[in-house]
């Protein structure tokens, strides 16, 4: 059974920094591509960064370019997410989430951690 567990989320002020963890255990593909979504209340699902299993490919929503670095340890079966100058926007429940490959499509996901929630306070 796959589990993807996140943690690192909390509140903090505009302007601040956080790091998102998500561990996997269990056996999820041969090669998995990795993304962080976000939701915010009322709002859709949205992907905010995705990585490759080991090609380097990573993506970036616009409104988080510059700001957010996407990484994973495959030794440590662990992805994160480094979100630095965080605005009030960026307040969101976070998922992150496994695919077969490198995508960037929301439904090629197909194992979803339980959410950590990230407030920024303006």
């Known amino acids: 059974q796959v589990q993807l567990v996140e943690s690192g989320g909390g509140l903090v002020q505009a302007g601040g920094s956080l790091r998102l963890s998500c561990a996997a255990s269990?056996?999820?593909?041969?090669?998995?591509?990795m993304g962080w979504f976000r939701q915010a209340p009322g709002k859709e699902r949205e992907l905010v960064a995705a990585i490759s299993w080991s090609e380097g490919y990573t993506y970036y929503v616009d409104s988080v370019k510059g700001r957010f670095t996407i990484s994973r340890d495959n030794a440590k079966n662990t992805v994160y997410l480094q979100m630095n100058s965080l605005k009030s926007e960026d307040t969101a429940v976070y998922y992150c989430?496994?695919?077969?490959?490198?995508?960037?499509?929301?439904?090629?996901?197909?194992?979803w951690g339980q959410g950590t929630q990230v407030t920024v306070s303006s």
């Open positions: 269990g056996r999820t593909f041969s090669s998995p591509g």
């Open positions: 989430a496994a695919a077969p490959g490198r995508t960037t499509i929301r439904y090629e996901y197909r194992y």
